[in-house]
């Protein structure tokens, strides 16, 4: 089976402030690099709309009108100090949402190996009823609900690299014993969450905070001591990655220094925990990656290692 791009043009038409680091290049920059002939086997398709319910089951419908009600017609909107809206903005989220959910349906029924959404505005910032980090629908959030409403799954894992914590993912399942959230990001950082010891009322939240200069050696081994382990005791039957890659050495946002290697790495980690537990169910959505070649260089290694295993 093959490996499918969920995308669309829509997630150009998100726009933000001159200057903004979350900008349509990003999405233009993935484009580009997957078009390389190592990638011509992926299978591709559009990512639809999302559902209003498919967002409801993380979000409250309160939240997603208040956010509606925002949306401009012209110009941009503020949301807060870095989250800002324009016409284009509230397509582009559904389709995120929508990529995201097409992405669960096409692996669990078995129709694609796993899948990528290669998605913009992100996601993991967005709490259940707060915008925040760039972020207003939790993707990943809501591919886990949907895994779980519309096949019946029981237990999901979303493993979530981006440099900076998923505070919106934390937020949403911290209550939760069916969903493991674990999570490797550089501390102190924006927003500020994800110590150590934020374990959620279930103790299914792992943080693995990394101190700033941390490599690769370091990162492989918060994988290798604290989450891997963590995972297999889980059992989960679902994989969901929140495949940020601005923990890249070159990203102006972060101060890790990761390479595409590493990310490469450890994605056959997480690839090699859904093969023993779950047929090798495994979806990702693209998070945070604000330097355009370390981006594109991550990514791409990531869906290779996808593709290729």
């Given amino acids: 089976m093959s490996t499918l791009l969920?995308?669309?043009?829509s997630f150009l038409d998100h726009l933000t402030p001159p200057g903004h680091p979350e900008r349509p290049d990003r999405v233009r920059a993935i484009d580009r690099i997957l078009e390389h002939e190592n990638f011509q086997p992926l299978e591709r398709d559009i990512a639809p709309m999302g559902s209003l319910e498919d967002i409801a089951r993380a979000h409250p419908m309160s939240y997603v009108d208040q956010l509606h009600v925002l949306?401009?017609?012209?110009?941009?909107?503020?949301?807060?100090?870095?989250?800002t809206m324009s016409p284009g903005t509230w397509e582009a989220a559904l389709r995120g949402v929508g990529g995201a959910c097409r992405a669960v349906d096409e692996v669990v029924t078995r129709k694609v190996s796993n899948a990528f959404s290669a998605s913009r505005p992100p996601g993991h910032h967005a709490e259940r009823e707060r915008a925040m980090g760039f972020c207003f629908f939790n993707n990943a959030a809501i591919a886990a609900r949907y895994a779980q409403s519309v096949h019946g799954l029981e237990r999901v894992a979303i493993i979530d690299f981006d440099v900076h914590h998923g505070n919106g993912t934390q937020d949403i399942f911290w209550s939760d014993p069916?969903?493991?959230?674990?999570?490797?990001?550089?501390?102190?950082l924006y927003p500020g969450s994800g110590a150590a010891d934020e374990t959620g009322e279930a103790n299914t939240i792992v943080n693995v905070p990394l101190m700033p200069g941390a490599n690769g050696t370091v990162f492989k081994e918060a994988l290798e001591v604290a989450i891997l382990p963590r995972l297999d005791g889980f059992e989960p039957d679902l994989v969901i990655i929140s495949a940020g890659f601005d923990a890249h050495h070159r990203d102006p946002l972060g101060g890790?220094?990761?390479t595409e290697g590493d990310f490469a790495w450890a994605t056959r980690q997480l690839m090699n925990v859904a093969e023993k537990h779950c047929d090798g169910l495994v979806v990702s959505v693209l998070e945070g990656g604000y330097d355009l070649e370390g981006l594109a260089r991550s990514a791409a290694a990531h869906v290779l290692t996808l593709m290729t295993g």
């Fill in 6 to 9: 969920l995308h669309h043009p």
């Fill in 71 to 83: 949306s401009p017609s012209e110009g941009i909107a503020r949301v807060d100090a870095d989250t």
């Fill in 178 to 188: 069916t969903v493991m959230y674990c999570s490797t990001h550089q501390m102190p």
């Fill in 256 to 258: 890790l220094n990761l």
